[in-house]
C-alpha cells in the first residue's frame, strides 16, 4: 500500500499497474492535463485499488483524475480495470472539480474532460461541490461556464454522482444560471449509474 501525500503530476504517456490487493492513494489527485494521458490497468483478479482526491488552491479545484487547479482542462483518461474511487476537490461553498475529468473554478469557466474512456473496472466517481458541482464523470463546475468533453463506457461498473447542479456523466454546472459544456457520452456496455447533483 503506498500512499502520496502530494499532487501526483502525469508527464507524457503513463501506464499505471495496480498491483491485486494493494492500495494507492492520492491524498491530492492524479494530475492529467494537457497533451498527457494516463492509462490504468489492474492484474488478473482485478482487486488492485486506486482512491484519489481532488485539492484546492485558491479560486480553483482539481479532479481526482484530471484536471489541476492551475490547468483545469484534462488530458486523456483510459481505465482498463481496476478498482477506482475518485472524488474531485471542492471549494468552500463553491464549485467542485469532477471525480474524473476537468477541475472546478469559482472565477473561470469548468475545466473540459477531453477524453476519458472506461473498459472495465470498478468505477466510482464523485464530485461535491456544495453550490455549484462537477460532473461524477466530465467537465468541472465553473462560476460562468461549466465543463464537458468526450466521454465513452465500453464495460465495467461505474458509478458516478455529480455534485450541486451537476450532471452524473457529462457536464459540469455553470455559475449564474449559465449552461453546462456540451459534449459527447457513448455507452455501449457495462453497468452504469449515472446520478445528477441536488437541484
Known sequence: NVTISEPITVNGEVHLILTNGCTLTAEKGIVVTSTNSLTIYAQTNGTGTLTATGTVDGNNASA?????TASLDSGTITIHGGVINATGGSISL???GAGIGGGGSSSGNGGTANSITIYGGDVTATSKGIQGGGAGIGGGAGGYN???????IRGGTVRATGGKFGAGIGGGTGGMNQQSGNGTVTISGGEVTAVGGSN
Do not use: L, R, V, Y
Not at 481526482?64 to 489541476?68: F, L, T
Not at 461549466?146 to 465513452?152: D, E, L, R
Open 64 to 68: 481526482g483524475i484530471g484536471g489541476s
Open 94 to 96: 463553491s464549485n467542485s
Open 146 to 152: 461549466g465543463g464537458a468533453g468526450n466521454i465513452t
